[in-house]
Every structure is written in structure tokens, then in C-alpha cells.
């Protein structure tokens, strides 16, 4: 799995140039077909449906599914939905109530904030070390009250060292560092 821009038409003319690299070998990737189409439900419920793209290793022939930062694996929510969950459970708020707010399942939502909280601590080590790394003079994100609210805020503090070390990139939400960060595998089974 590999992350990559929400823009079809750019990560198109990206393959056929020949940009984008392997993340196994560092290989160029080429286009290989198409991962099954899917739903994305955005806030509201709006539905966005994706194709992702498969691309192939030119060097070892491993194939990948290039996700949109906008989705995480596996997930049929928006990143920034589930995102709005874990800002809204490290601020205090129950599972039903999140879910209540974003017009989702309370199962669904309490899938997901108990995934991330069973996770917190190293998910917090991970964006603070990519805070550190990507800020030449950091500064680390405050102590937290419960480990949630210690992970969402390293994910914060990550994102806008991000967009200000490239500010090319333009405003960059915490949520889809998150899943360009975690190659969408931030609720992923085997991440991290």
C-alpha cells in the first residue's frame, strides 16, 4: 500500500513519468489495473467513490495500491471523518455521542477509537519522532491527559511541521498526514 495525492489526473501523469518509487526496492512503479471501486463516506454522509490505482515495481515486481491520503485502509469512512472521532474522544467525548455528531454507527465508532487507543502510545511516539525529524527546532507537543489526547496531538504537531518544512504542499490536514504518514495503515491491524 502506498499513499498518494486525492488528484487521479496527477498521480496518473506521475506513473507515466516514471515518478513515483517503490517503497519496498525504491524501483519505479508502473500501471498495473485497478483495486476494486469503493465508497468513501465523507462528513454529511456524501458519498466519494474511488478506484483506487495499482501500480507494479518495474525492479521486483511487487504490486501496490496507491490509496488517496483522503482514505485509510481498509476503512469506509474519510480519514477526516475518523479523525474528527479521535480529535472529539481525546477532547472528552463517549463513543455515542462522537457517533451521534458524525451520523455514524456507534460500533463503527467505538471500533475505531478503540483500535486507536489500544495504539495511542506508540502512535504518539511515531508523529513526535516525525515532528522532530521534519522541524529543524521543534517544538514538542504539551502533555496530554490521556494517551488519546497525547497521540492526536503529536499527529497535529506532525502536520504543521509538514506544511511548514513544504510549504509547496499547501494546507496540509492532520488527518491526511496521517494517513500519507502511515501509508493509510493508521487503524490498520499491522501498524505500527
Known amino acids: 500500500m502506498l499513499t498518494v ?3 487521479a489526473a496527477s498521480v496518473e501523469q506521475k506513473l507515466a513519468a ?16 485497478h483495486a476494486r471501486e469503493r465508497a468513501l463516506r465523507g462528513r454529511g454522509g456524501a458519498l466519494t467513490w474511488l478506484r483506487p490505482r495499482r501500480a507494479r515495481c518495474t525492479r521486483c515486481l511487487v504490486t501496490h495500491v496507491l490509496l488517496p491520503v483522503a482514505a485509510l485502509a481498509r476503512r469506509a469512512d474519510a480519514a477526516e471523518v475518523i479523525g474528527a472521532a479521535l480529535t472529539a474522544n481525546a477532547a ?10 458524525l451520523g455514524r454507527p456507534a460500533e463503527t465508532v467505538r471500533g475505531w477509537l478503540r483500535r486507536f487507543s489500544a495504539r495511542a502510545e506508540a502512535v504518539r511516539v511515531f508523529f513526535t519522532r516525525l515532528l522532530v525529524d521534519t522541524m529543524p527546532d521543534p517544538v514538542t507537543p504539551a502533555s496530554a491527559v490521556t494517551a488519546v489526547a497525547a497521540a492526536v496531538s503529536a499527529i497535529a504537531g506532525a502536520a504543521a511541521a509538514v506544511a511548514s518544512r513544504w510549504p509547496g504542499l499547501g494546507a496540509v490536514s492532520p488527518w491526511a498526514a496521517a494517513s500519507a504518514a502511515t501509508g493509510g495503515g493508521l487503524l490498520s491491524p499491522a501498524w505500527p
Open 18 to 33: 516514471g515518478l513515483l518509487c517503490c517503497p519496498g526496492c525504491g524501483g519505479v512503479l508502473a500501471r498495473w489495473g
Open 5 to 7: 495525492e486525492v488528484a
Open 92 to 101: 472528552g467525548a463517549g463513543f455515542r455521542k462522537v457517533a451521534a455528531a
